[in-house]
């Protein structure tokens, strides 16, 4: 992955001009500034670009354990005031290649600034970027807080459609659950299950930073607040949703192994039936099959056909007995 | 579902006066109102009126986000202020067609005014409809935070109602599971452990809107928080009631795979018992049958009913075993 | 049950006089007291009474949610203030034939008077009657908070005897369920395991209601209060006690069930002890069995009893193998 | 038990001078005290010293309510303040032949007076008895407080000698249960959870208790609060390892039950590896058994071990294929 | 363990410079100091070292209750304000010879002491001590509630180490698990979740601790609980991983199990199939074998190739019924 990112960049914008900068160019920009930008928001897409950014971070002299933050892998989602700086940890989701990607996005946040930067290739982010071209766009005339409150609600919407697509595979695990008992779906019903798992375990403690947000931290203006509040909304309704399809999936392997009896029981019932019809039968055959030299029975005329009458009356007597009890 | 709902509509109302507009005439009668009324109702039913609706609605200036919630599918029960407006979202619940329907609700109040808006055609507010009709009724001579509550109210107690089927059904497979050990009572208990679950998770949330309505959000009176109290507390109930269903459904359970590992181990013993009794008689008739041609025994007069009664004394001997263990 | 309960009735009484009256009488009497009474307690003992009590309580004028609360079945304990009346709901429980009984019991309270309101005829205030016969019990000397919480402290008493008898019968079954494996034992289990579900759901709530009642609600004096918070430990005790029973029965659940599965091994073992042992015999049985002209051992003068040893040593070889594995 | 217990008295101390007295004597002495105490401790060890304590008890006028309580057997552990006086309620433990005790322990605690109420012959406050011996032991120089949390100290250390013979138990279980599969394990299993569930319930409500008068209640010196939240973090530390060790043998009931399936699945295999190979086999020497005149094979001279060289090519043909099942 | 350990002792420093001393040394250097240290660091390594370092300890005449808490085994993590002294303990974790050690760790904070105490020779600060040893480093220029931090670090940074090795085995034994069904990993899945277990029992009570440093309790400067909120955090981070990987490790004995139950289904299966066509086929042949003077199929020329014919139907008929049914 040399290629360059192409959303690493910085896009400087206020409601009358936005302009897409490289982060060298925005650098040179900066010390001669062609409008005065409401809103600078430097995204740094992947680890690779984090170097390309770190002469124009520098810059801005954070304070040094923010960039250490920054760099860290696998940080639990949270929000953190340092000095006049927000720092914000969350997770983006999406599935590639059938598998679901956890990938971590870190958020400084001060008046007029926003960096974002992300871990891997690409992001879902376009449909804002797309949304800043339009100068008629809300986005365009509102402040930093409210492209932060959009590119929160993006993330949040992401989770929908790891939900959705979740949601189209336990349906269809529910069908086939019913029919077919194969181990496979076991197996896929647990990888749902641990997806569920991580999912939840990455957006609980989004739910602190979301209500910290929308409750005022910081510069957030009343009029953001209202909006945040919905994205938390979403939030609990994605762990709602997270908790609910849980329940089911155990549900399901529930129903999986209570098939997996009522199988056994089945197999069991047809092993029973013939051997304990033709367990009797069998020893009556030994019976006469004995070479005593004095059984009167083997010399009557008729000893054959009453012997084969007496076997198929024990075997109907045992099939009204199973019958009775409800075997079958 | 082209047909126009019935219940789509506005109703205009104070204590002497009641009228029944479609939307269009009410903006009309709105410029030259024949009297002042105290609650304007409108109830938009389904998707299809909400378009019908549209122009009457834009009259009001809304903040746009809450024509955007109020489209949305799938939202979470809360409760927001937005502005000057309080937004409600909850699910209304019945029984069609044997399939339990979630309906989402919202509700835009604001003083004087209330706005429902259902999702599919029909609702359970009939009889606050008649009630309407009739003069004498409290809900006449009262404001709009009675008749919010009002539909609150009946809101929950179709809960009830749904509740009470659930009820019938459980109680019915109780006898059931006890008596029969079909596979569709597992299926059936299935069914409403599912929709338990989801009722509790729509209904679950609804417990803070309540509770923040009974507490004076607003311009509730409090004459009315004190009747919001009463339909929180039905809330509980609701919510008490669908948790102790859970456990009954899930004792239900148990009793079915017992009853199964019951069965099973009926089964077993049956096939235990005749098999252990004739294998070892079968045994004795095969040695019998050997031909080996010095085998004095077969040569004794007696040798035949001898080695029966030798069979019968084993068989005898096993079954007072079985007998002593408890077996039958 | 068309007979008047002999509990329906009024009792109006001071430190000095009481007098117990019917609902009628009463309502003459309140016009030309013969006293001034401390207090008024009117009970209502069921559904039946209640009918009858009408006009009485209509000379109140309370506020007419409180008359549709009373009438209400299956309310949640609550507690709440309508205007200056406490209106509080709870259950009794005893048992009747073998079979739980919870009876809901309404109560207003205000100074000066409490009114009791339960749905089946008969109650478990008896000994509270008795003691205000005696002038000289404390309950003669105080006012009606202290009433009042001696008929919480009797409900909540009336609770213990219950968990006395749940308690006996678990005592009972941990006994038989050791040492007898009968399904009967877990039907009983279940029962058991739901009366307690039942409880909790009921006693539940209560703690709500007595903790505001032992806080200082409303005219309750400081005295009462330390006695309210005695029947608050009593309620936790309650519970406590209820959970510890639901514990207990489950653990007999298991202990039910792993007898079952440890006698399910059993049967196995036998079976497969049985028949491992007979079926290499009976094969070779079978081999010498065969019809085939050129079998030299058939001839040999020991080949029957060298057979037979041979058997003898694979019968003791499988025993020494199971019993080496343990198998008994 | 006639006998007096030899804890049962008075001990009655300031830094100088301690006196050990009987209840009369201290009545007595109390009316011309030789000195003037700073601590008096009356020790009610049981049931029947509670009698001899009464005209004692009866000098000090407590509220009524408070006499009530320390004779009521069963109470949960609480803190009430009953006008001046701090009431107490907790639990003693210890193993007495084999079985665990739970003796409930009261405390009236009240400036330069402790009664402490037990129910059994016995308690484990010997220790404490013999530093108060000794005038240089801290607690001969301080007050009241300090010797109740002297005591409530002693308390809490003799619940971890409870669980440390627990937790030999459960190590000694450990070992037995990975090695044999005796019901016996199972059964002392459950008497330890069944003990650490009552320990639960028992300690559980006593950290309210500590925590109150840690934190301040009544006439606590800060230098003793400091002392209490010491035996408030050892409390938690009881409470720790009750639910460590109960989650403990919960893993060891799924060991045990692990274990009896793995044997149940050994059985099954040896069943049907032996059942599998000889039932073809006895069906070959079956056919070969038959009487039909025209049976070719059995007038061929290599007729015998022909078949005999089949059934050993089935036999081995069937162990291959339970060795690539991995069966053994 | 006789060695002195070589890192007990005592570290002196301020930004310029830094002095490795013994405690007798360290005794003598502080009557005639030669420079004004910022921070005194005295590392008692294990219970060795408690008793060589106890006279420099009497030096600071610590509350005595302190001391106590030092030398007490098994207490749970917990900060308490002593005087002016802040006692802090918690756990240090590492595997040693695949053992997963908890070490306890005490420490005393005051401005410019810190004292650490372990109970075992070896700790996790090897990385402090070096960075100390560096005059350019941040810890140098700070005082003692950074070295506070950064030894609180570290401990927590140990934690993750310890989670990163059971993730690596977690990961391993899902591999294992899935593929081989041996006894053997059921095993080290049981010795996982016991060290998960025994981790969550000592990291938990430790987020109070790190809470209450971190807003501020005592002498922390606000900088120090900036960075003291990052630990808390981490703290966070391990509690999720241990809450995550305990569950992943409950589905893997799920999985564990659920392979157990279908490899009995199968072996179960086997033998039906196998016993269900041949015990009919024996029948037959046991008539066959009977020894009747009169039956006329025995004479039949084709007698003997139609009933082999009935039996190869037979057993075609069965197989293709098991087929239909889906056994194999």
Chains 1, 2, 3, 4, 5 share one sequence.
Do not use: C
Not at 107 to 117: A, F, K, N, P
């Amino acid at each position: 992955m040399d290629k360059i990112s192409i959303n690493a960049g910085v896009i400087v914008y206020n409601a009358d001009t936005l302009l897409n900068l490289s982060y060298d160019d925005y650098v040179k920009w900066k010390k001669k500034p062609s409008f005065t930008p409401d809103v600078v928001w430097i995204n740094i897409d992947d680890k690779q670009s984090f170097q390309s950014a770190k002469s124009l971070i520098d810059t801005y002299h954070f304070h040094p354990i923010l960039l250490e933050y920054a760099q860290e892998d696998n940080r639990r989602a949270s929000l953190q005031l340092v000095e006049k700086e927000l720092f914000m940890v969350g997770k983006m989701m999406y599935y590639a290649k059938e598998e679901l990607i956890f990938e971590q996005i870190s958020m400084i946040y001060h008046e007029g600034l926003l960096v974002t930067i992300g871990e891997l290739v690409g992001d879902v982010y376009d449909s804002i970027r797309d949304r800043l071209q339009n100068p008629q766009d809300p986005l365009r005339g509102r402040k930093t807080d409210y492209l932060l409150y959009a590119l929160l609600d993006r993330l949040v919407d992401a989770y929908f459609d790891v939900i959705a697509e979740i949601e189209d595979d336990v349906e269809d695990l529910e069908e086939r659950v019913l029919h077919v008992h194969a181990q496979k779906n076991l197996h896929e019903i647990r990888t749902l299950k641990r997806d569920l798992l991580y999912m939840h375990k990455h957006v609980w403690p989004l739910r602190d930073v979301l209500s910290r947000l929308s409750h005022g931290e910081q510069t957030i203006t009343l009029e953001t607040q209202i909006y945040l509040r919905d994205v938390q909304d979403h939030l609990y309704q994605v762990l709602d949703s997270v908790d609910t399809l849980r329940e089911v999936l155990s549900s399901l392997v529930d129903i999986y192994l209570s098939n997996a009896s009522i199988k056994m029981n089945e197999i069991m019932k047809v092993l029973t039936i013939i051997s304990t019809i033709f367990i009797p039968l069998t020893f009556i055959a030994g019976v006469y099959g004995m070479n005593f030299k004095y059984m009167p029975e083997l010399t009557w005329i008729y000893g054959y056909p009453l012997i084969l009458g007496v076997m198929l009356m024990v075997a109907i007597g045992l099939l009204i007995y199973f019958k009775r009890k409800k075997w079958f």
